[in-house]
């Protein structure tokens, strides 16, 4: 007799709602009855308030049944579950649920799909595909693949990864690296994490990709501290694909060298700044470094260095399996793809959404978010993480695109979207933007160190309703001082949320609220 194939996922997520007990339990359940049970740990399919989402593999696909508890588990065997039996939380076929239905997955569409460490798995849906055709063409080939796919940094920076690449290629070094930043700290991320959980070939191959293409023999990637299962499971999958030939001093016979290993991060928000993060690997504290001279031609050791996050290293696979023009197909503008945006905050429906650049916020919170935890109204949605914008309910119609963005001072950064209800006092979420700059500065350069207390204080003051117009225009000047004077994007973006907090919602610090009349006119 065949095994029934169960999927369970071994993601921080799912674990921390009980899947490693639910796979224990399972486990012995099964064998009590004497039933032939395969359990997979896979990743998650970004469902997480279905967590832990349990699939069956049947005949007719995949059948899915969340949330998950062990108390329910014995009533689920009961009832069919094996069979894809009816149930009260069984869901259906996975690839019918809607919200993974309307996406498009490119990056993430192996992510809860496969065993996560299996080299056979990630082969069999296509995996090493793009790096096999790779190790046949030339390096400026890649590169140049790479730049008409349009794929920008999806770290937030969405700087242009193909230029970057070029620059490295064409640095002459005896060598040079690819680093991969890990250090996914923005508040409403977690994209990283699940791709590194869920799907951490994907991300070995785009690296090894990249270093075939600028001539780097060796990788880091530099992983949250507070990510410890990620790390396992990086480990994990660089072990089975050294032993497949995917990665070492020739792979699969090529002739081309490339070997990696996972650094964990400091634990400070800064290092996730591409400079402070190359001081940290070099052993020394993570303070931002003056450039030029730019990391990819003097990087990390001094050498040509390709930095890129997860999401970027990870998209590369399918632009080389399948082609620029196939990956450019999505998107609009001049942001191209798609975009692993994360729901959280006060959203009933937290999880992960793949989607092309042009979808809408409003979208986002109703079809995938399913609106309010609290079924109060929505009122504003943090976009970007701790340096985003907070946006009004009247810009949520603006498509998520990083022009757009710009042009109404928000950005779309790593895609990390954290809402909040009519309840919130947005004078405090502003105080809170210049306390986390204030907390998380590397202290080098005077508007981040001393600008962001200053702004504590300022901020304290209006809420406190002291000398209120003065202390606003001192606000204002203080982040135009931030804005124009600071070394990085953490003092230099911090008055992003403040500003926007101020521009939106006047009436939390003591101000007029906006009419439509003054909105138009500004605009």
Not at 120 to 136: M, P, Q, T, V
Not at 486 to 494: E, I, N, P, Q, V
Request: net charge negative.
């Amino acid at each position: 007799m065949t095994a029934i194939t169960v999927y369970i996922p071994r993601d921080t997520a799912a674990v921390a709602m009980g899947a490693n007990q639910l796979a224990a339990l399972l486990a012995e359940e099964a064998k009590r009855r004497g039933q032939d049970v395969r359990i997979v740990r896979n990743g998650s399919r970004g469902l997480l308030w279905l967590e832990p989402m349990v699939e069956v593999q049947t005949p007719q696909g995949r059948v899915a049944y969340g949330p998950v508890q062990c108390e329910e588990l014995p009533g689920l065997l009961d009832a069919g579950l094996l069979q894809g039996g009816e149930h009260a939380l069984r869901l259906g076929l996975t690839d019918e649920i809607p919200y993974l239905k309307n996406q498009e997955r490119l990056t993430f569409a192996r992510v809860g799909v496969i065993d996560p460490v299996s080299v056979a798995d990630y082969e069999s849906f296509g995996g090493f595909e793009g790096l096999r055709k790779a190790l046949a063409m030339e390096p400026a080939a890649i590169v140049q693949e790479v730049t008409d796919s349009g794929l920008r940094g999806r770290g937030g920076a969405a700087f242009p990864t193909g230029i970057k690449w070029k620059t490295v290629l064409g640095t002459p070094a005896e060598q040079k690296y690819i680093v991969c930043n890990a250090d996914e700290g923005d508040s409403g991320t977690f994209s990283d994490r699940m791709l590194m959980e869920g799907d951490p070939l994907c991300l070995i191959e785009g690296m090894a990709t990249a270093g075939v293409a600028v001539g780097a023999t060796y990788g880091y990637i530099y992983v949250r501290s507070e990510y410890p299962l990620a790390v396992q499971v990086l480990n994990e999958a660089i072990v089975a694909a050294r032993a497949a030939g995917w990665l070492g001093r020739d792979i699969q016979g090529s002739g081309r060298a490339f070997d990696l290993e996972v650094r964990k991060a400091a634990g400070a928000y800064i290092c996730g700044e591409e400079t402070a993060l190359l001081d940290s690997l070099e052993g020394k504290r993570g303070v931002v470094r003056v450039k030029p001279p730019l990391p990819a031609i003097k990087g990390l050791f001094g050498q040509p260095t390709v930095i890129n996050n997860v999401v970027s290293l990870a998209s590369v696979p399918v632009i080389l399996a399948k082609g620029a023009a196939y990956y450019q197909n999505y998107g609009m503008g001049r942001s191209r793809g798609t975009l692993a945006f994360q729901l959280t905050g006060n959203l009933k429906q937290g999880g992960l959404v793949e989607k092309a650049f042009g979808v809408t916020l409003r979208e986002l919170l109703y079809d995938y978010g399913g609106g309010s935890a609290s079924g109060r109204p929505l009122r504003a949605v943090q976009v970007g993480g701790p340096l985003g914008a907070y946006l009004p309910e009247h810009q949520w119609d603006v498509p998520l695109d990083y022009e757009a963005y710009m042009k109404i001072n928000a950005m779309v950064g790593h895609g990390g979207l954290v809402a909040f209800d009519d309840t919130v006092d947005m004078a405090h979420m502003a105080q809170y933007a210049m306390e986390f700059c204030a907390i998380e500065s590397c202290g080098k350069c005077t508007p981040c160190r001393i600008g962001s207390t200053r702004g504590v204080e300022t901020i304290q003051k209006i809420r406190r309703r002291e000398d209120l117009d003065n202390h606003v225009e001192l606000l204002r000047d203080l982040c135009d001082t931030m804005f124009s004077g600071s070394l990085c994007a953490l003092g230099g973006m911090t008055p992003y949320p403040v500003l926007s907090a101020l521009e939106h919602f006047p009436q939390d610090f003591g101000l007029a609220p906006q009419t439509d009349e003054s909105r138009l006119a500004k605009a």
